[in-house]
DNA sequence: TTGTATGCGTTATCAT
DNA sequence: ATGATAACGCATACAA
């Protein structure tokens, strides 16, 4: 890379400044001379030195990205949003925590090192007071930098008053709704393996879970609430795990809510492994409303959260692209989508009919499985552009 | 960020160069000085400006990785994996190109103008001879700029010789497995969706399935051999729209092979809306071998890739941390993976048995769903960490 | 072992 | 509209 600005201005016949600014485009030129020095760019296949002009410019044009992991579609949904709302111009950096807070804080600073124009941090915050208060603290930092960072998915009061957007996901409100469309179907013991004890997530949508069992009387000391919850990763060994353990404690379940759909995927094949139908004995729900959810068998019952849509808002917002609303906070609704894999109980099977507290959504709870064009009129509704392994290898 | 190197100099009582190099570490410092910076560093809290350093040294700790799209598994699990090679120093850019060859362009030179440490490029490369020029000599301009280039799942000839390393996926081995695996099972009418006509990938596996039907004398000619394949994206919805043609075109085929795990699932779909089982009327097969196929109903048998291995070894390439072999070429060879959705056809159903051809791999053939721990094995041992929706959100 | 001086390639501030 | 020139913050060859 040996050709530098120096050089096409000299080919240009016009000064390096001339060259800088014909490449910025926001200030006046001759159009002859821009031509000119168009030309020379062209000949000389000139490539302008992106660390030198950020040191000079004081700006960068890179977007970082926090995930979980990418290779986790509820993280990489978000990511590939992200990208598309990104112009050209801008190189969006992913960086994968694994869910751990130090490396989160490592990458934090990496881009703080950086001079990141802009920051998404997805996912979960860990509720530990050492963590959160490192985590505000780097995040405080970054903006007083000049980067613009956006929650996506982690409540605002995760960062230091003003000095992020948030774009916060109804994970209470998604959770309450799911346990009503159980409780209408006529449920009455209901088993939940969560997600890691110390995560907003994780508390959120449990808190809407006894909430909907509270308000039909059905929450019970904390003894009891205790009894029916199991917590765990975000995973489907965790789900086959949790269903085993509630299965034993409480034989008399009728329903198991997953923190996940990849909880649910797993709670969902240790209760085949012990015989038990679905939703012929057990109903089964997760969260988040993945491609594959709508792919399993039986299509699986869940909250639906407009990822692509919340990233891309996050996104825009980072880029100054959208004015943001007072206090800099968004909600994302959540919507329950009733599929095959929930139905009445058994003893309650007849005339359930369609149950109030049913969402919208082209969801179906058949009680078998649902074949033909019901299920493929939900999975094209669902996905878009998001089909699992719909690239091009 | 005002505070400066100069800064920390002036409070350690030390130059600005003991500074940098008590922070770059590669040069020796007395203990008592480098403590002192050190403590500098921290009561300043110091962070050191990567463009600035990345001009003064020449070389930035950026890498970039190009993809179609990181909501893709495929892809997903790849740029998780780069990731995980990574030190803590180094970021990693992920770029999603959609499988445009322009947007790819646009990403190489902005990777160039960024000074990238390594570029990984996965996916398969566009076989038009103007993309193939310009992408070569990008790789090239890229190679000769100091950055190192990898290719990952793309032919070696992509690049100018010599300028990268290629980590390539055995797609026509595999391919032809896997229609031996058919073949073996007693099909002999088998149909197949295939991807992108003008795709290496696509052309690899194709090729594979050819081989594997002229080895059996079922090849036919060329038109025979085109009506029973149809071409299209590597998407799910091409998988259902192929199958309807194919069955449109040739009604008594005994099995459908996708190009893609994906594909695959659309086919699936479609055979059930006509009312055909799987695999008691029709077997299918896919290929990647992605989480989430393990976990459809019948569970699907495909062709395993190692992307996690490969993308690992692709890193490590980039970083120089592991030798290449002569030329430079790594090949990563594919395994069939014998699950429920192939079988023998419906006349050749007694007797089949274990059927020569069968790969091994904790799969299984039985003719129904596979319950319980059959299935749980096997999506164990395929799965590893990369559950879908396997981390914390 | 440490300090000094120079250069990296742009952008931005003055002039003209 | 264009040119000269001074930052920008760090790394490194060279001195000491």
Do not use: W
């Amino acid at each position: 890379m040996a050709v530098t600005l120096a050089d096409v201005a000299a080919r240009a016949r016009v000064s390096a400044a001339t060259v800088s600014r014909v490449l910025s485009g926001n200030y006046p030129v001759a159009e002859a001379t821009r031509a000119r020095v168009l030309a020379a760019v062209d000949e000389l296949d000139y490539v302008i030195n992106g660390p030198a002009s950020a040191l000079a410019a004081a700006t960068s044009d890179l977007v970082g990205v926090l995930v979980n992991d990418v290779a986790d579609p509820f993280f990489g949904i978000m990511a590939s949003a992200v990208q598309s709302e990104l112009g050209s111009e801008k190189l969006a950096v992913v960086c994968n925590t694994g869910g751990s807070p130090e490396r989160e804080l490592t990458y934090l600073t990496l881009l703080l090192r950086q001079r990141a124009a802009a920051v998404v941090i997805t996912g979960s915050a860990v509720e530990t007071p050492e963590y959160a208060a490192a985590s505000a603290a780097k995040v405080g930092r970054l903006a007083a930098n000049g980067t613009r960072v956006v929650l996506l998915g982690r409540p605002a009061s995760a960062a230091p008053e003003g000095s992020a957007f948030a774009v916060e996901f109804g994970n209470r409100e998604g959770g309450r709704r799911l346990t009503e469309h159980l409780v209408s179907l006529g449920h009455r013991r209901i088993g939940y393996v969560a997600g890691p004890a110390d995560r907003t997530t994780t508390r959120h949508r449990l808190e809407g879970h006894r909430a909907a069992l509270a308000a039909h009387g059905l929450g019970g000391d904390a003894d009891a609430f205790g009894r029916l919850t199991v917590h765990g990763p975000y995973t489907r060994q965790s789900g086959y795990d949790g269903a085993l353990e509630l299965l034993d404690r409480e034989p008399g379940l009728t329903a198991v809510v997953g923190s996940n759909d990849a909880v649910a995927l797993g709670i969902c094949a240790a209760l085949r492994e012990k015989g038990l139908d679905i939703p012929g004995d057990v109903s089964v729900a997760g969260f988040d409303d993945l491609p594959f959810s709508a792919d399993a068998t039986p299509a699986l019952t869940t909250v639906r959260l407009p990822l692509q849509e919340a990233a891309a808002r996050a996104e825009r917002l980072a880029l100054g692209r959208e004015e943001s609303p007072a206090g800099g906070r968004h909600l994302v609704l959540a919507e329950v989508v009733a599929r095959a894999s929930t139905a009445a109980p058994r003893a309650e099977r007849q005339g359930a009919g369609t149950a109030p507290g049913r969402a919208r959504g082209g969801g179906t709870t058949c009680g078998q499985l649902c074949t033909g064009s019901a299920l493929r009129g939900i999975f094209d509704s669902v996905k878009g552009k998001h089909a699992p392994g719909g690239g091009v290898p």
